[in-house]
């Protein structure tokens, strides 16, 4: 069984755990944590592009749960509307990763640019929107969003990734109602649920570094338990602007994405 840690200079494995921690905290505050962890994971020499995916989800489950949990613990969300969407999300995801196996993601970053800009001018010029939960959908329907959500966004994860728990708060918070502190909580749920459905799929194909995942697994975890408690003391403001912050991230990074691949 390889580790992944035989050929790591002490340097680039410090440069993980800071990664993984950091990666960590936004993920429970907002997510879009793979943003820092993905680029250090291809640090590291001899690592192929599955190897380092496949690793980002393993080290990425530890911090989902136990934000997670943290966020159940302390917010109780309500688990009738997020153990769906986590379901579906866990199939989602697993179809996205069996198709990212077949078509390049460059297909459709322009799509998710385009969508993230939306989302951000939609959450920086309405500033009530999330502050307090106002549900907008009662009854079967309620599920039903949910559900389609959790599939949309599950599939998105396993084909790209990054931005995952960013779409998963703005959705919660823009289609269903939710204030942005019960849908971080929610929304740490279902992507735990998307990691582990892309996990499945890597599996089998002997993809994951052990002892490099567990690593990374355990600085995600720190990250994420901190994260999950400076989001619940600061509250749903905080959230919002840190949200602004990631998603501001996330059109830079793919959009330069786009650009390098227009040259290639």
């Not at 505050?29 to 993905?38: A, D, M, P, S, T």
């Not at 989602?92 to 196996?101: I, P, T």
């Not at 490099?212 to 400076?230: D, F, H, K, Q, W």
């Amino acid at each position: 069984m390889v580790s992944g840690l035989e050929s790591i200079q002490l340097g680039t494995l410090i440069l993980i755990v800071v990664a993984g921690f950091a990666a960590g905290w936004v993920d429970a505050v907002v997510g879009g944590g793979g943003l820092i962890q993905l680029p250090a994971m291809l640090l590291v020499p001899g690592i192929s592009p599955v190897q380092a995916l496949a690793t980002n989800k393993m080290g990425s489950i530890f911090g989902t749960t136990t934000s997670a949990v943290t966020y159940y613990r302390r917010v109780r969300p309500d688990l009738r509307t997020a153990l769906p969407m986590a379901v579906i999300a866990l199939a989602g995801s697993f179809g996205g990763a069996v198709l990212a196996a077949t078509l390049p993601a460059s297909v459709f970053k322009p799509i998710i640019v385009a969508a993230l800009v939306a989302v951000a001018l939609f959450t920086a010029f309405r500033p009530a929107v999330g502050e307090l939960t106002r549900l907008r959908h009662e009854g079967h329907r309620h599920y039903v969003v949910a559900c389609l959500i959790g599939a949309v966004i599950g599939f998105y994860d396993g084909l790209i990734g990054p931005g995952t728990g960013s779409f998963l708060v703005i959705a919660l918070v823009s289609a269903m109602g939710y204030a942005f502190l019960e849908a971080s909580a929610k929304a740490k749920i279902v992507n735990m649920a998307t990691n582990a459905g892309a996990l499945i799929f890597f599996l089998p194909h002997g993809s994951l570094l052990w002892g490099l995942g567990l690593v990374l697994g355990l600085a995600n975890m720190a990250g994420g338990y901190l994260g999950a408690r400076t989001a619940v003391r600061q509250g749903s403001r905080f959230i919002r602007i840190v949200f602004l912050i990631v998603v501001a991230a996330l059109i830079l990074k793919l959009g330069t994405d786009i650009w390098q691949d227009s040259l290639a």
